[in-house]
């Protein structure tokens, strides 16, 4: 009787813990992208299954996704705009549908820049999208703007950019993404 118990707790622990290795991964951000939400090097979990069916990404979230023409590169950012929305900016501050989401917040900021070599000034901004409250980042002094072309996202694709604004490659490089290419959003770190 106790072996029998004994086996069928082994075979429970093994099910669980291949449904949790397919449900979920433990994902280390390789660059400093993300600041100062998600620090270069910070381990995230990341829910492989939060897509599919109905369930589709919404504005703020972080996710996991395969770069558009580079098989096997995987990059991690923020959700800023879904299908049918147009992205843009305005004196370099994003803009969905025309509307500012986010304001200059007072005080600055210093942050690793990517090499981990020396200090870079910042400015700090905080943006609201869906649900979500979030502080990005821009390079002290300020450029003129963050470099985005308006567009109104395409179906099935979202806009992607990274946190730490002047130091990602994200959306406004390779341009929006298809959702198919979403591995999963991030869960927490």
């Not at 939060?50 to 979230?61: D, F, N, Q, T, V």
């Not at 981990?116 to 979500?132: D, H, I, N, P, W």
């Not at 308006?150 to 604004?165: F, I, M, P, T, W």
């Amino acid at each position: 009787m106790l072996k029998k118990a004994l086996v069928i707790l082994l075979i429970m622990f093994f099910f669980c813990l291949g449904a949790a290795m397919f449900l979920v991964k433990l994902y280390t951000l390789p660059s400093g992208s993300m600041a100062p939400n998600i620090e270069q090097g910070e381990k995230i979990l990341l829910f492989k299954l939060a897509y599919g069916g109905e369930r589709k990404p919404s504005p703020g979230e972080v996710v996991v996704f395969s770069v558009p023409g580079h098989p096997g590169r995987q990059l991690i950012k923020r959700v800023v705009a879904i299908a049918g929305e147009r992205v843009g900016e305005k004196r370099g501050v994003l803009t969905i549908n025309n509307e500012p989401v986010g304001e200059r917040l007072r005080g600055s900021c210093w942050i690793k820049d990517n090499a981990l070599t020396k200090q870079q000034a910042c400015v700090y901004f905080s943006e609201k999208r869906g649900q979500a409250r979030y502080r990005v980042i821009r390079d002290a002094p300020l450029r003129q703007g963050l470099g985005i072309k308006s567009a109104v996202v395409k179906e099935h694709h979202v806009y992607l950019l990274g946190d730490n604004r002047d130091n990602s490659m994200d959306s406004r490089h390779f341009g929006a993404v298809h959702e198919a290419s979403i591995i999963g959003r991030v869960l927490g770190k």
